[in-house]
Structures are given as structure tokens and as C-alpha cells.
């Protein structure tokens, strides 16, 4: 590990960062603006571009790989957006008159894999709520994270876009049928598959970010593998959230849904969570049925976390952030 942590430095100093400050002897392209994530661009990106190409942007998207290419375009570029850790932006600081925006897909403070920012210009958050967190671990003070939200939840507040994201899971898996749709994210392993199925599957079907279990051979499919499909689609079908993952509640929360939550690591406090706890499957089949089926769902405890954790995420994200960075 020290071996390849010497290596990448010597391939940092002594190749990304020669060749970047190559590249900054020329001046910025005032319309160039990058997208850097992977391996595909997510639907804040989309979002992103399909805008700044209507105003004649030269958008140019970036995947995990081609780090000089990259950092020689990097270097001319007005903008660059993130969506997670980039180590050629983190290896160079940006030039002067150049907005380097870290996104993050996720809502909360959650950080996943990311280093420390200092090669950020801002940080976009999903509330105010978050700002000192995000300032603390970025190490560029709190003038760089501003809440903006996240460009990609403006999809959210589209009726029509939600149906018809909900509408692409339901022509994928068409065995769902009429069934009110569970999904467990991430896969939520060692759940007792067999007696949920047992209890829900005459109304409810599962959705589960990794492989499907297989069903019996006499019982119609319960449980659906959702490979492939894209995070939004799922979040928009879904009727009921159950997730050990905290930062998806944060996103689902924008649709006003109920949600479940199997004990974890979760960054918010117990009371906080908009959604009751479940321990074991009898819990999670009482819970379903109280949330979808018996109408004691309470709404208030959503909107009241929606409030306080996501209130930067307005259904404006993408204007705000082309706004502030580029005046447009």
C-alpha cells in the first residue's frame, strides 16, 4: 500500500502537474466547461449540459480514465463539475478564473470516498443544515460550500418526469403488475426473502439494487433485480423505501413517500429519521402494511425532514448553480 501511495504521488508531481501547468500557459476557453465522474453522466450532469448547450457551451464529459487528456483540457476549461472524488482535479489547483464545483450525488454530509477539496471553488450542499460538516472536512472554509442543492433532484418536482421514470421500471419488469413496489437500497442482504413473500407478495413486488433471489417455482416472482436501471427511475416507482443506506433517504424524501430503516451506520440520529426502525422481518411486513396499506403513513415527518436537510433541493438547483458560476 505505501509502494502504490509513493507511485501515485511521483505520477501526480511529476507528470499530471507538469502537464496541466503546460496546458494553463494558454488562456481559458470561455465556453468550455467539463464534466468528470463515471464511467456514464448521471442525470444532474444531463441536466447540466442539455442546458449549457442550448446557450452554445462546449460541453465535454469525462470518464475514470484519460488523466492527461483531461488535465490538458482541464486546464483551459471555465468550469468543471464533479460528482465525486476526481484525483487529477485534486492533484492541481485551479487557475485563476476557473470554477472547479463539486456536486455530489448524495444529499446529507455524506462523503463516501472523496478527499479532502482543496482544489474545490465550491461545494454545493443540500441545506444550509450541512454547510459547517462539509466546510470542516473540505478544509477551504465555509465560503466555499454554498447550498445549492443538487441538480438532478429537479427532476423530482416533475409529475410527469416521475411517471414516466416510474413507468420505464414497470415496461422493464412487467411481471410487477398492479403491485405497490418495495425498494430495498442497497441490497439489504440476509432479509428472510421467503416469509416476505409468504405475507406480501399479493400486493406488494420487491425491487433490490443487486441480483434477485430465486423464487419457487410454484410462487409468481416477488423479488426484482433492478440492474441496470437508473437510481432515479427506482426512487420514482418505489412506493415505500426500506434502506440501510442514509443517503438515499435524502433524495427519496423529496417525493413525500413513506420509508423504513433496518439499524446501520446512518449519519442522522435515530429520532430524526423520517420513517420507524425495523429490527427484524416481522417489523418490515408491519411496516409495509402500516405505511401502504392502512393509511397510517404520516406525511408530516417527511416534510419536516425534507425541510431541514434538503430545503436547497427546490426544483431550482440547476438554474442556481449555472447562475452563480456562470452568470447564465
Not at 490538458?72 to 476526481?86: E, I, K, M, P, S
Not at 461545494?123 to 466555499?144: D, N, Q
Not at 433517504?249 to 451506520?265: C, H, K, N
Not at 434538503?310 to 447564465?328: G, V
Request: hydrophobic share 45%; net charge negative; charged share 20%.
Amino acid at each position: 500500500m505505501r509502494i502504490k501511495s509513493i507511485l501515485c504521488w511521483i505520477q501526480q508531481k511529476l507528470l499530471w502537474v507538469p502537464v496541466y501547468r503546460l496546458g494553463c500557459q494558454r488562456g481559458i476557453d470561455p465556453t468550455l466547461v467539463l464534466f468528470a465522474g463515471g464511467p456514464e453522466p448521471g442525470m444532474g450532469f444531463l441536466l447540466l449540459m442539455k442546458r449549457l448547450a442550448a446557450e452554445g457551451y462546449d460541453c465535454r464529459f469525462f470518464d475514470s480514465g484519460g488523466a492527461l487528456k483531461f488535465l490538458w483540457t482541464y486546464a483551459r476549461a471555465r468550469a468543471v463539475f464533479l460528482d465525486g472524488c476526481c484525483l487529477p482535479v485534486n492533484a492541481c489547483r485551479p487557475r485563476q478564473g476557473a470554477a472547479v464545483v463539486q456536486l455530489r450525488h448524495g444529499g446529507g454530509s455524506f462523503l463516501g470516498a472523496d478527499a479532502p477539496g482543496y482544489s474545490y471553488t465550491h461545494i454545493s450542499a443540500s441545506a444550509p443544515e450541512f454547510i459547517p460538516r462539509l466546510a470542516e472536512v473540505y478544509a477551504r472554509g465555509r465560503h466555499s460550500v454554498v447550498p445549492w442543492g443538487m441538480p438532478h433532484t429537479d427532476l423530482y418536482f416533475s409529475a410527469a418526469k416521475v411517471e414516466a421514470y416510474r413507468q420505464l421500471v414497470l415496461e422493464a419488469l412487467p411481471e410487477i403488475g398492479e403491485r405497490k413496489l418495495v425498494l430495498c437500497a442497497p441490497a439489504c442482504a440476509g432479509l428472510d426473502w421467503d416469509t416476505l413473500a409468504q405475507a406480501l407478495d399479493a400486493d406488494c413486488a420487491l425491487l433490490t439494487l443487486g441480483e434477485a433471489p430465486p423464487s419457487p417455482p410454484e410462487q409468481d416472482p416477488f423479488v426484482f433485480g433492478a440492474a441496470g436501471l437508473p437510481i432515479e427511475a427506482l426512487l420514482c416507482a418505489a412506493d415505500l423505501l426500506l434502506t440501510e443506506d442514509a443517503p438515499l433517504m435524502y433524495e427519496y424524501s423529496l417525493l413525500g413517500r413513506p420509508m423504513l430503516f433496518i439499524p446501520g451506520d446512518s449519519e442522522a440520529s435515530p429520532r430524526l429519521l423520517p420513517g420507524d426502525l425495523v429490527w427484524d422481518t416481522g417489523d418490515i411486513i408491519a411496516g409495509v402494511r402500516r405505511n401502504l396499506f392502512e393509511g397510517r403513513f404520516d406525511p408530516a415527518r417527511v416534510r419536516v425532514f425534507r425541510g431541514r436537510f434538503m430545503s436547497a433541493c427546490d426544483e431550482h438547483s440547476t438554474e442556481r448553480i449555472l447562475h452563480n458560476i456562470l452568470n447564465i
